[in-house]
DNA sequence: AAAATACATCGTAATATTGCGATATAATAA
DNA sequence: TTATTATATCGCAATATTACGATGTATTTT
């Protein structure tokens, strides 16, 4: 045991959980943040701005990228990260949807 | 090593980061929606609606009720659980106000 | 009071995540 | 060609999550 039982979901619930599984860490986002605020894609700057070793960075862009929500471009010596605007727009709508008015005036119970 | 470093981070980024968490998993994605289409509190039924073992399904409970996202009220010799529509409604605007429009149409690099 | 019912919690095993130093890789600069 | 620079990946340790059987707890039935 110890991994999740995917098969017991739908496609959607796996998509969701899979969505929100890259925003469980705050270090992911302050990544995001600082995408969105900067909007030209900074990189090295990163580990600056989190204070993590460079490693940890690289892993959590990697699991960012992974996810689709950003991107990653050979720059010469660096690599340009920026968010992935498709993506992007695709969580928002999804969450959106998910939390989408419900009648939740009153308190069951 | 292993544990997260919450204080390089903002109460707002790690506040956004444990919302995220506590919706990245399947089965708190399908009971929040069970929670939702249902509208009053069904309980037991969660166990066979997920088809996971009783103390996992209870497990899931106590995170999303940890993180305020649902209730649960005892209800003779069972409990009554439902969405906290309050705290349903902070995860809304946190979520749309993370994904607020972004001047996002071109992709940089 | 004893049994039954519905959940919660404990203990434990399997797996995943987080973090970092060390090292690999790839492109530019000297 | 040999540094240098920027990032990725490997390997490992610490911790967290997922899952479940077993057991505890509290309420209702019998």
């Known amino acids: 045991m110890g991994a999740t039982k995917t098969d017991l979901?739908?496609?959607q619930q796996n998509e969701i959980a899979a969505m929100a599984k890259a925003l469980a860490h705050p270090a992911r986002i302050a990544i995001l943040q600082y995408l969105v605020k900067k909007n030209a894609c900074v990189c090295g700057d990163l580990v600056d701005?989190?204070?993590l070793a460079q490693a940890t960075t690289s892993q959590h862009l990697k699991?960012?990228?992974t996810a689709g929500i950003i991107q990653g471009t050979i720059e010469g010596v660096s690599v340009c990260?920026?968010?992935n605007p498709k993506v992007w727009k695709q969580y928002k709508e999804l969450f959106n949807a998910f939390f989408k008015e419900v009648d939740l005036?009153?308190?069951c119970c």
Do not use: S
């Open 105 to 107: 005036q009153q308190t």
């Open 81 to 83: 990260y920026c968010i």
């Open 63 to 65: 699991e960012l990228k």
């Open 49 to 51: 701005e989190l204070g």
């Open 9 to 11: 979901f739908t496609q």
